[in-house]
């Protein structure tokens, strides 16, 4: 296979033009190319009046052309591809049991039910179809479903989402391919496969969720809904057990935990039985919107979108007092949404669907905060933290997204009208004093970051630009320990993804999904076979 990188082309370029610019370097016709893909596509941008596509592809020739030293963007190369395991000869009386349905927990599921482990997957929350309604008539009503909502149901949090798919984990073993391959595979667009940044929107990333489990179930994979696990028995430092709904119990030698980083009540239970867990780095603050227009400004020098993607950014500044500013979930096009899970405490989240044409784009600028912040030497302190934020915004919104303009907050007096611009949100909203949610010094970097920021996106700091509160759930409060097999001290128990403190989007839980159904396949042999009487 032929990789040729650096073919750089015109905004207002079609397929073809990328043929015949390759067709060129190599000095062939479009006859002699047998296959054809493309590898990477981005933008560069840096000279803001010549913006152009810069694309990487790799084809096969129906003949053999020699290659010289001439052009180091020309090589040969072979895509690694993803390979399954090989199964242990260990022997499970029961089915593995996942819990959640999540980015990590689909995935993991996915994989175990393709080998034959006919896994059995429970989830506090409904399944897509129903989750949906519930989610969009809290937006409408307020009124909030504590076990079907932004955070909890089909899906997880990542379906109410960008459905952002770049991922900073090193991938030498084709897992990365394998989850955009599979999403594809389910509905997904196929520039996902390629693009700089591939992102899906939540108007599609609900029916690809949908379809994974409809696959999942066709493989032998038991789904359970509105079916939370309520407790984890344990014998001889071993599971031997889960309690669903506080009523219900199923038996099961081996649990994975992928139960997302608002699974609180999961985290008690844990603590609770004393599953060696600690207290882990997060980050808190606002959502930001800015008009889509002046970022498109900032990046293209241009608001025309003909040729163009919706301009996304990425930000960060180390404030004097040594934290770190940084934007987080950044959402071209999006809306801010309201993402309560828990009664009488309010959290926010950015969402965009897949055409991102919403007329504000939003992120959220967050502070680090480590557990030298908080009170006590409780290992759930962070998420005691995080509530204690969530419920002041609650209160000053009774419920509706507690919103202020920068230049208020910086004044320190409530807003009283939107600026040049409104705001994209689901949910309701209402204007109130967040400067009063978090501790002083990170107000502070808060501040000194946005002024940071505008050096680089002109008008970052402008006085109308809208905060909302309040941006908790950054990533898990906790770290549920496990050892390089993937299995907790406490036997049979597999904690993995973003709740467990392994993950930080879909893309990077998806694969730690993979990797603890690898760990689970290279120590068992598949249900199937047992159920065969091999």
């Known amino acids: 296979m032929i990789h040729i990188g650096q073919l750089k082309l015109p905004l207002n370029h079609a397929k073809e033009d990328i043929i015949k610019k390759v067709c060129q370097k190599l000095r062939v016709s479009p006859s002699d190319i047998q296959t054809f893909e493309i590898a990477k596509q981005s933008i560069d941008a840096r000279k803001k009046g010549q913006i152009q596509y810069i694309y990487a592809v790799n084809l096969v020739l129906a003949k053999k052309i020699k290659l010289t030293g001439k052009h180091p963007d020309i090589s040969v190369t072979e895509q690694r591809k993803y390979q399954m395991p090989i199964f242990g000869s260990g022997k499970l009386r029961n089915s593995p049991v996942i819990i959640g349905t999540g980015p990590a927990g689909l995935f993991c599921a996915y994989l175990l039910a393709l080998n034959g482990y006919c896994p059995r997957i429970f989830e506090r929350g409904k399944m897509i179809e129903q989750r949906q309604k519930d989610v969009e008539a809290f937006w409408e009503s307020g009124v909030l479903n504590p076990e079907s909502n932004v955070q909890f149901g089909e899906g997880g949090a990542g379906t109410f989402s960008d459905g952002k798919l770049n991922t900073a984990v090193k991938d030498k073993y084709g897992r990365n391919r394998f989850v955009l391959e599979t999403f594809v595979s389910f509905g997904a667009p196929e520039d996902i496969l390629y693009v700089n940044k591939p992102h899906i929107g939540t108007d599609i990333l609900k029916n690809v969720v949908r379809r994974m ?42 649990v994975i935990f992928a139960g997302g980083h608002s699974a609180r009540d999961t985290f008690l239970l844990l603590a609770k039985k004393q599953f060696p867990m600690e207290a882990k780095s997060f980050a808190v603050g606002f959502r930001v919107e800015h008009p889509q227009d002046m970022i498109q400004m900032a990046q293209y020098e241009t608001t025309d979108r003909t040729y163009l993607p919706a301009a996304d950014y990425k930000v960060t500044y180390h404030a004097p007092g040594g934290r770190s500013v940084y934007s987080f979930c950044m959402c071209p096009g999006g809306y801010v949404v309201n993402a309560s899970s828990e009664a009488e405490k309010t959290v926010v989240n950015g969402m965009s669907y897949r055409k991102r044409d919403s007329r504000n784009a939003n992120s959220a600028v967050i502070v680090s905060v480590t557990p030298d912040d908080f009170s006590g030497d409780d290992v759930l302190a962070g998420m005691r933290f995080q509530q204690k934020l969530e419920r002041t915004a609650y209160q000053l919104g009774k419920g509706k997204i507690p919103q202020q303009l920068l230049g208020d907050f910086e004044s320190n007096k409530i807003s009283e009208s939107y600026g040049d611009f409104r705001g994209c949100e689901k949910g309701q909203t209402v204007f109130a004093d967040l400067r009063s949610i978090l501790p002083e010094e990170l107000n502070t970097a808060f501040c000194e970051g946005m002024h940071g920021f505008a050096s680089r996106i002109k008008g970052f700091d402008r006085p109308d630009t809208i905060l909302s509160a309040v941006e908790s759930r950054t990533s898990s409060p906790v770290r549920i320990l496990r050892d390089e097999t993937f299995e907790s001290s406490v036997r049979g128990f597999y904690p993995c993804g973003e709740g467990a403190g392994y993950a930080g989007g879909i893309t990077s839980a998806a694969m730690d999904g993979m990797k603890t159904a690898e760990a689970v396949m290279k120590k068992y042999i598949p249900q199937r076979e047992i159920r065969n009487g091999r």
């Not at 994979?221 to 669903?244: A, K, L």
């Open 213 to 254: 489990r409809e696959k999942i179930q066709e493989l032998g994979g038991e789904f359970y809904f509105n079916s939370c696990v309520t407790d984890i028995q344990t014998e001889w430092g071993r599971v031997n057990g889960i309690t669903v709904n506080h009523q219900t119990a199923y038996p099961a030698d081996l």
